[in-house]
T-cell receptor, first 116, second 111 residues
Framework: KAGVTQTPRYLIKTRGQQVTLSCSPI?????VSWYQQTPGQGLQFLFE???????NKGNFPGRFSGRQFSNSRSEMNVSTLELGDSALYLC???????????????FGSGTRLTVV | DAKTTQPPSMDCAEGRAANLPCNHS???????VYWYRQIHSQGPQYIIH???NNETNEMASLIITEDRKSSTLILPHATLRDTAVYYC????????????FGTGTRLQVTL
C-alpha cells in the first residue's frame, strides 16, 4: 500500500509569508503527527491529530497550526515565516492511539522549507 | 517520556554485527523502547520495539536488560545501506504520546 505522502517536497518562501504543507497518511491510519527537523534542534514534535482533533501539542509558537480532515489527511500552516523556520517538516501516521498501536509510526519523506 | 543516552557515532564493517547501545535509566514500567533510523534526507523508519522481552524481526534484534535501564539494537549483518542515524526512544504505547527524539547514534558501515 502507498506510504505517507507529503507535498510539496521542496518550498522556498520569503520572510513574513505563510505556508501550508500537506500530508496524506497511509490508508486506514487515523493518527497524523508533525515534526520539525533542523540541524541545531534535531527532530522536534509539533502536534498530533486523531479523528480530526488535536491530541497533543509540542512547544512551538502559535504561528504553527494544523488540522486534520475527515479522510485523515492533514495540513500544517506556518504564518509570518521567520528565517529560523527553515527546516525539514516530517509527517508520520499510525493506525490508532490506543493499545492496538504496536507498529510504530510511518514517516513521509518530508517537505524541505527554505525561508529567505 | 524518559530520556535516552546514546553514543554519538559508531563504525561497523560490512557483514559484521552492529550493536547499538542505549541507556534509559529513568524508564517507567509502562514505557516501551522503540528504535527508529533515519537515512540521509529521508523520514525516520521504524525498526523494532519492546517492553521487557527480547524482540526480533526481519530487520534487527532488540535486547533489553532485566532491569530495563538499557537496551541494545543488533543489526546481525550490517550492509552499507544500514548507514544511518539510529534513534532510541522510550514512550508509553498508545495514548497521544509523542516520539521524543534525542541526538541518536550515527552508524557508519564501511567496506
Amino acid at each position: 500500500k502507498a506510504g505517507v505522502t507529503q507535498t510539496p517536497r521542496y518550498l522556498i518562501k520569503t520572510r513574513g509569508q505563510q505556508v501550508t504543507l500537506s500530508c496524506s497518511p497511509i490508508s486506514g491510519h487515523r493518527s497524523v503527527s508533525w515534526y520539525q527537523q533542523t540541524p541545531g534542534q534535531g527532530l522536534q514534535f509539533l502536534f498530533e491529530y486523531f479523528s480530526e482533533t488535536q491530541r497533543n501539542k509540542g512547544n512551538f509558537p502559535g504561528r504553527f497550526s494544523g488540522r486534520q480532515f475527515s479522510n485523515s489527511r492533514s495540513e500544517m500552516n506556518v504564518s509570518t515565516l521567520e528565517l529560523g523556520d527553515s527546516a525539514l517538516y516530517l509527517c508520520a501516521s499510525t493506525s490508532s492511539l490506543g493499545q492496538g498501536n504496536h507498529y510504530g509510526y510511518t514517516f513521509g519523506s518530508g517537505t524541505r522549507l527554505t525561508v529567505v | 517520556d524518559a530520556k535516552t543516552t546514546q553514543p554519538p557515532s559508531m563504525d561497523c564493517a560490512e557483514g559484521r554485527a552492529a550493536n547499538l547501545p542505549c541507556n534509559h535509566s529513568t524508564i517507567s514500567g509502562n514505557e516501551y523502547v522503540y528504535w527508529y533510523r533515519q537515512i540521509h534526507s529521508q523520514g525516520p523508519q521504524y525498526i523494532i520495539h519492546g517492553l521487557k522481552n527480547n524482540e526480533t524481526n526481519e530487520m534487527a534484534s532488540l535486547i533489553i536488560t532485566e532491569d530495563r535501564k538499557s537496551s541494545t539494537l543488533i543489526l546481525p549483518h550490517a550492509t552499507l545501506r544500514d548507514t544511518a542515524v539510529y534513534y532510541c526512544i522510550v514512550r508509553v504505547n498508545g495514548t497521544a504520546s509523542k516520539l521524543t527524539f534525542g541526538t541518536g547514534t550515527r552508524l557508519q558501515v564501511t567496506l
